[in-house]
């Protein structure tokens, strides 16, 4: 099993910035995607950026393209987003999730493990 702890979400407003991290823990060496998903009040949970964590490799969402960063520290078994230019259409809950295959379609379904989310709140 994997635990999956997400953190650093908070308040901010339109331009603002903010750094999410994740820490992995369990048997974190058979992850070999991670990702960042959001979720609005009434809206389908999206897909915001996922990273192969044997490669590096990294895929957006052409909503967030140029404006967040998805990155990862192996060492500390840490995921990140980083999130700036913020917009009050990327308030949402945050979750990090991970799962045991190659990074595919940043879909839900792709993913069999899940944190519980953190807020992320923009005004304008």
């Known amino acids: 099993q994997v635990q999956l702890v997400e953190s650093g979400g908070g308040s901010v407003h339109t331009g603002g910035s903010l750094a999410l991290s994740c820490a992995a823990s369990g048997y974190t060496y058979s992850i070999y995607c991670m990702g960042w998903f959001r979720q609005a009040p009434g809206k389908e949970r999206e897909g915001v950026a996922s990273?192969?964590?044997?490669?590096?490799?990294?895929y957006y969402a052409d909503s967030v393209k140029g404006r967040f960063t998805i990155s990862q520290d192996n060492a500390k078994n840490t995921l990140y987003l980083q999130m700036n230019n913020l917009k009050p259409e990327d308030a949402a809950m945050y979750y990090c999730?991970?799962?045991?295959?190659?990074?595919?379609?940043?879909?839900?379904?792709?993913?069999?493990?899940w944190g519980q989310g953190t807020q992320v709140t923009v005004s304008s």
């Open positions: 990273i192969f964590t044997r490669g590096g490799s990294t």
């Open positions: 999730a991970a799962d045991r295959s190659r990074c595919g379609t940043l879909h839900r379904a792709n993913f069999s493990y």
